[in-house]
T-cell receptor
């Protein structure tokens, strides 16, 4: 049963600490997306990758957030330093996109981050 | 920034009734998708409709797309308590592979 796996599921940290969230996309998928969900803003697109190359990270605060795909089985989202306003649920999603067309996305269960 | 806007924000109905949710968007799209999210869980894909399609069915789901009005609707027929969830539309903007989500409609189906 193929699924997107995210770790950790829950994280509580102090302001100023580094946070790393990990995602294992579904094998064979060529796109990976990071979204952040809050009550106020809904689902915000932070960054996405195609064939491991970052295509767009304009939704991400550049000074503190970074997203990478060190290999096809791992995507990471790092926040350094973390701030209380970063508290949210972070979702990773993967999909198989034809050239120029997006397709169905498969979401992980999310990483719930609380920054005190 | 949000591309899609769902309407209504919340909807409460009785089991067996139909539920209709609407989505409006701003720019040209390749396709429009609907997702469902149960409380505390990830989103699950329901249905995708391409920009050259007008209507699509999947089980109890019916989706329409009007590109001239930049709007879509999701109809769930004969609703069940298990359909209680938030429903999101997402647009795949032309020229981009980004999938941008609206803020969702929270559906409650009362037994």
């Amino acid at each position: 049963d193929a699924r997107v796996t995210q770790t950790p599921r829950h994280k509580v940290t102090e302001m100023g600490q580094e946070v790393t969230m990990r995602c294992q996309p579904i094998l064979g998928h060529n796109t990976v997306f990071w979204y952040r969900q809050t009550m106020m803003q809904g689902l915000e697109l932070l960054a996405y990758f195609r064939n491991r190359a970052p295509l767009d990270d304009s939704g991400m605060p550049k000074d503190r957030f970074s997203a990478e795909m060190p290999d096809a089985t791992l995507a990471t989202l790092k926040i350094q330093p973390s701030e209380p306003r970063d508290s949210a649920v972070y979702f990773c999603a993967s999909g198989l996109a034809l050239t120029g067309l997006g397709g169905e996305l498969f979401f992980g269960e999310g990483s719930r981050l609380t920054v005190l | 920034s949000q591309q899609g806007e769902e309407d209504p924000q919340a909807l409460s109905i009785q089991e067996g009734e139909n539920a209709t949710m609407n989505c409006s968007y701003k720019t040209s799209i390749n396709n429009l998708q609907w997702y469902r999210q149960n409380s505390g869980r990830g989103l699950v894909h329901l249905i995708l409709i391409r920009s050259n399609e007008r209507e699509k069915h999947s089980g109890r789901l019916r989706v329409t797309l009007d590109t001239s009005k930049k709007s879509s609707s999701l109809l769930i027929t004969a609703s069940r308590a298990a359909d209680t969830a938030s429903y999101f539309c997402a647009t795949d903007v032309t020229g981009s592979e980004k999938l941008v989500f609206g803020k969702g409609t929270k559906l409650t189906v009362n037994p």
